[in-house]
């Protein structure tokens, strides 16, 4: 297992330049839905909107801390499900909770609040908690990340594409209600296509390594979704905010964590491999879940 923090995924500057046009892409796509109101309607429901941040920000992180305590994985995938969990909400989750009957708004709500917050919370957490963890405090040391930089990163693939989003939809709301549906489909299209062309071209390096990182992923992904439901359930949420909660908090935006390794870690196999995985897997779990919940009573 000592290789893995050692494998490096091959991934050119044309392709990390790519990756983050489809990861802003997506982020417009998600945009066409966000009104100014969206981020007002925090104000109007906070207990939910405050749990559902809380639990993305500060509860995953630090259940994702005591994960690695728990197994003391390689440094490498230790920093990928810390980075992982750093992350805002995957794209994916607005779609998802709809479909699971959760509460819609909510969930446009916090992805609004939440690629905002991002610029300071994913940063923080990547170097708060790796740092706590003495191997991967020294992974941390030896690429000298800087904050500054890594929230220009996540500014530039969240905050600019969802500013455009909502400017085209205040401007040309017909031009964006027609594009909406589309762009929905598209975004999931478009992701899995990344993960899948990132997953080919290192097809030997995720398979060598599978039987490594698959448990940590499921247990992880796993775990982050009984995280939001366990808060919504504990505050005494409605049972629509509890299943948002929970696709929130187990839906998470690993594109951006790849983006973020290939720019800052140089694609380090390990981490690489936990969020390529995680890519592949939250969809699957997400739907499941979603399924689940909606038939549910």
């Known amino acids: 297992m000592n290789e893995l923090d050692k494998v490096v995924l091959h991934f050119d500057q044309g392709g990390i330049f790519l990756m983050n046009i489809c990861l802003g892409f997506v982020m417009f796509g998600v945009a066409l839905q966000l009104t100014p109101r969206d ?12 749990l559902g941040l809380f639990s993305q920000f500060i509860a995953l992180p630090f ?19 810390i980075l ?14 709809s479909f699971a009957r959760g509460n819609a708004a909510l969930s446009v ?25 003495p191997p991967t405090s020294d992974l941390l040391t030896s690429v000298h990340i800087s904050f500054v930089e890594m929230a220009e990163i996540v500014a530039l693939i969240l905050i600019a594409p969802m500013t455009l989003g ?3 939809r205040h401007y040309q709301p017909e031009l964006a209600a027609s594009m909406q549906s589309y762009m929905q489909y ?14 080919c071209v290192n097809f030997d ?21 009984l995280t939001g439901l366990g808060i919504g359930k504990l505050f005494y949420l409605s049972f629509a905010d509890q299943k948002t909660l929970a696709i929130e908090t187990g839906i998470q935006n690993s594109g951006l964590g790849l983006g973020l390794i290939f720019a800052f870690f140089n694609g380090l196999g390990g981490m690489a ?14 739907l499941s879940v979603a399924y689940y919940f909606r038939k549910k009573q």
């Open 166 to 168: 909502m400017l085209l």
């Open 39 to 50: 981020f007002y309607l925090v104000f109007l429901q906070p207990k939910a909107a405050f």
């Open 273 to 286: 491999i936990v969020a390529g995985w995680w890519g592949i897997w939250h969809i699957l779990s997400g």
């Open 205 to 225: 390096l995720f398979i060598a390594h599978v039987h490594v990182v698959l448990l940590i992923v499921l247990v992880h992904n796993g775990a982050a979704i």
């Open 84 to 97: 992982v969990a750093a992350c805002p909400g995957g794209n994916i989750s607005n779609f998802l909770t």
């Open 186 to 199: 598209a975004s999931i299209l478009i992701f899995g296509a990344f993960v899948a062309i990132a997953f």
């Open 63 to 81: 259940v994702t801390f005591l994960l690695v305590l728990i197994f003391q994985p390689q440094p490498s995938m230790a920093m990928g499900m």
């Open 109 to 133: 709500s916090m992805t609004a609040v939440a690629s905002l917050l991002a610029v300071l919370m994913t940063p923080l957490n990547i170097t708060l908690w790796g740092s706590l963890y």
